[in-house]
C-alpha cells in the first residue's frame, strides 16, 4: 500500500471504525473507548481501476479492524460517491468506474454495521461538534468542493436528504463548466484542478496544487493573484448563504482548502467588503479537524449512527468530540 504508516497500540474489540472514502485517498481511523488506536490515509494509486480500489479497501478496512482486535460496533463511512440504499454507487464524477460497484461489500469482511453518509456533510456535523456552533457552513475544498450546513443545531438536510451541495452554487455565470453541466459553479472555480489551472495561466508555466500552495506560503505574486480568485468566488457564494441560514461560523477544510493556511482570513476580508449594513457576518476560520473533517465526521457517524444525519440536535448525544 501507498501512504502514511499506519499508528497503532491495541485495541479492544467495543470499538468503531471511521472511514473517508474521498478522491485522492482513503482514510481510516480505528476508536476505542473514545480514543484512537489506529490511523491511516492511503492515496489511490494512480490509473488504477474500480477492481484494484475496491481490493485496497477491502485490505485496509481488515487492517484497522485487525487493529481493534475484534469486530467494529460499528463502521462510519464519509463518502465522496452518492452512494445508493443498497450501497452501490450510483454516481462518482471523478471515478466513474464504480458506478453500478458495491461500495458496501469491501466491508462485508468487517462483521460490522455498516453506515454511509457524505463526506462534505459529515465534515460540517463533526466542525459544528467541535466548535461548539449551532450555526455553522462548513467548505472542504480538495478534488471536488462540498458543504455541510448545521442550522438550529441540527444539520439542514433539505426535502431529500441531500441538501447543502456548496460545490453547485454558480458564482461566475460566464465561467468554465461544471461536471454537472452548468457554468460557473464554484466546484468548477475553485476545486484542486480549477484553482492549478487558474495558477497555470496566471503564472505562465504548468503547476501543480502542491506548487500553488508553496507560492501561496512564499507570497508569490501569481500565487496571491489565485488566492484572491478563490477568496473572491468563495466569498461570492457565502454572501448567499449569510442571506439564506445566516451562519455565525464558517469553517473551511478540505485537503487544498486545509493547506491554502490565508485563505480563510483572505475570505472573510472579501465577505466583509460586500456586507449589508446592520447585518452580522459569521466568523471565517480554518477547519478544526484541518483537513480530516470527513473522517471524524464518520466517527461521530459510526458513535452515534444516523440520529445525526436525520436531523437530531447535534449537541444532545453527548459532549462535543
Ligand atoms: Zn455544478
New binding site residues.
Given amino acids: 500500500m501507498t501512504g502514511t504508516r499506519p499508528r497503532t497500540r491495541p485495541g479492544t474489540a467495543d470499538g468503531v471504525l471511521a472511514v473517508d472514502v474521498g478522491g485522492t485517498k482513503l482514510a481510516l481511523r480505528a476508536v476505542a473507548a473514545g480514543a484512537a488506536v489506529y490511523e491511516r490515509t492511503v492515496l489511490w494509486p494512480v490509473g488504477g481501476d474500480a477492481g484494484g480500489e475496491s481490493e485496497l479497501l477491502e485490505a485496509s478496512v481488515a487492517e484497522a479492524v485487525g487493529a481493534l482486535g475484534g469486530a467494529p460496533v460499528r463502521i462510519g463511512v464519509a463518502a465522496a460517491p452518492n452512494v445508493g440504499a443498497d450501497g452501490s454507487v450510483v454516481s462518482w464524477p471523478n471515478r466513474p468506474d464504480w458506478v453500478g460497484r458495491s461500495l458496501s461489500a469491501p466491508f462485508a469482511g468487517s462483521g460490522a454495521e455498516v453506515l454511509f453518509g457524505d463526506d462534505a456533510t459529515l465534515a460540517g456535523l463533526a466542525e459544528a461538534r467541535s466548535t461548539g456552533s449551532r450555526d455553522l457552513v462548513y467548505l472542504g475544498i480538495g478534488t471536488g468542493v462540498g458543504g455541510g450546513l448545521v442550522s438550529g443545531g441540527r444539520l439542514l438536510t433539505g426535502a431529500w436528504g441531500t441538501a447543502g451541495e456548496l460545490?453547485?452554487l454558480?458564482v461566475d455565470p460566464q465561467g468554465p463548466r461544471?461536471?454537472?453541466?452548468?457554468r460557473g459553479?464554484?466546484?468548477?472555480v475553485v476545486s484542486a484542478e480549477a484553482l492549478a489551472a487558474h495558477a497555470t495561466a496566471t503564472r505562465g508555466l504548468p503547476t501543480t496544487t502542491a506548487e500553488l500552495v508553496a507560492g501561496v506560503d512564499r507570497a508569490e505574486p501569481w500565487a496571491e493573484r489565485t488566492l484572491d480568485h478563490a477568496a473572491d468566488s468563495i466569498a461570492r457564494a457565502l454572501r448567499v448563504l449569510v442571506e439564506l441560514v445566516q451562519p455565525a461560523h464558517v469553517r473551511i477544510g478540505g485537503g487544498l482548502g486545509a493547506a491554502l493556511a490565508p485563505l480563510p482570513r483572505r475570505v472573510a476580508r472579501r465577505l466583509s467588503a460586500t456586507a449589508r449594513p446592520g447585518r452580522p457576518l459569521p466568523e471565517v476560520g480554518p477547519a478544526v479537524h484541518g483537513a480530516h473533517s470527513s473522517l471524524a465526521g464518520a466517527a461521530l457517524l459510526a458513535a452515534h449512527g444516523t440520529s445525526l444525519l436525520g436531523g437530531a440536535d447535534l449537541f444532545h448525544e453527548g459532549s462535543p468530540s
Fill in positions: 460545490g453547485h454558480v461544471c461536471r454537472c453541466g452548468t459553479c464554484l466546484q468548477a
